[in-house]
């Protein structure tokens, strides 16, 4: 694929529920982030994968969320009990490299999932 | 702490030139990348800077000054779709954070 796909696009779960969204990178991308962006702000970190290592997830914002990418390519972020907080949308990101201090460190991302929970 | 400070919001007129400032404080520097993000889209990237100065590409250019912690966007021959919001972001040394500014929303008018 050409760029960065993330489904479902849109999630509406019920408070409690366990949700899971998935990330397809762009291929041959070794670093895959994760974002939460609430409304008229700007992305928060979430979580950094190098390949299938999760080396920082530092801004998993409780153990209720979850993220891996066992194979080094697509990743999943699971939340579970979802909570009212938790609606968003959730953004992922590809790079080429990973903390190379270069312009193949840029981040591309993929059309986000809205999540609503009521 | 981290932090990136952007105006809020900006108007300018379709054809001019306008300048979008950001100012930061992070625990290292590995890169500053601006991004353009359309209401209900993704971010896109722009432009990327890791050495002090200007690059230019385009109808847009960003500057450097990591000493004063500073950089700007400048967008020139302005159109109605640059409408957008516009996101400063830093990559801190050290760790793999990418800490983004909350975006200046930028409205151009004809």
């Known amino acids: 694929g050409a760029g960065v796909s993330q489904s479902p696009r849109y999630k509406v779960a019920k408070r409690g529920q366990d949700v899971a969204l998935r990330c397809d990178p762009i291929s041959g991308h070794v670093s895959l982030f994760w974002y939460q962006q609430a409304l008229g702000q700007g992305p928060e970190f979430l979580t950094y994968?190098?390949?299938?290592?999760?080396?920082?997830k530092s801004g998993l914002p409780s153990d209720r969320f979850f993220a891996e990418r066992p194979e080094g390519s697509v990743s999943t972020l699971k939340i579970q009990r979802t909570q009212q907080e938790d609606s968003a949308v959730y953004l992922c990101a590809s790079s080429l490299g990973g903390t190379s201090g270069t312009i193949w460190d840029t981040q591309y991302f993929g059309p986000g999932t809205r999540l609503t929970v009521l | 702490g981290q932090n990136i400070d952007q105006p809020t919001e900006m108007t300018a007129t379709e054809g001019a030139i306008v300048q979008i400032n950001c100012t930061y404080q992070?625990?290292?520097?590995?890169?500053l990348f601006w991004y353009q993000q359309h209401a209900g889209e993704a971010p896109t990237f722009l432009s990327y800077n890791v050495l002090d100065g200007l690059e230019e590409k385009g109808r847009f250019s960003s500057f450097l000054s990591r000493s004063k912690g500073y950089s700007y966007l400048l967008l020139k021959e302005l159109q109605m779709k640059d409408s957008a919001s516009y996101l400063c972001a830093v990559r801190g040394g050290g760790g793999f954070k990418t800490i983004f500014g909350a975006g200046t929303r930028l409205f151009v008018k004809a």
């Open positions: 992070t625990s290292g520097f590995n890169g």
């Open positions: 994968f190098q390949n299938e290592a999760q080396l920082d």
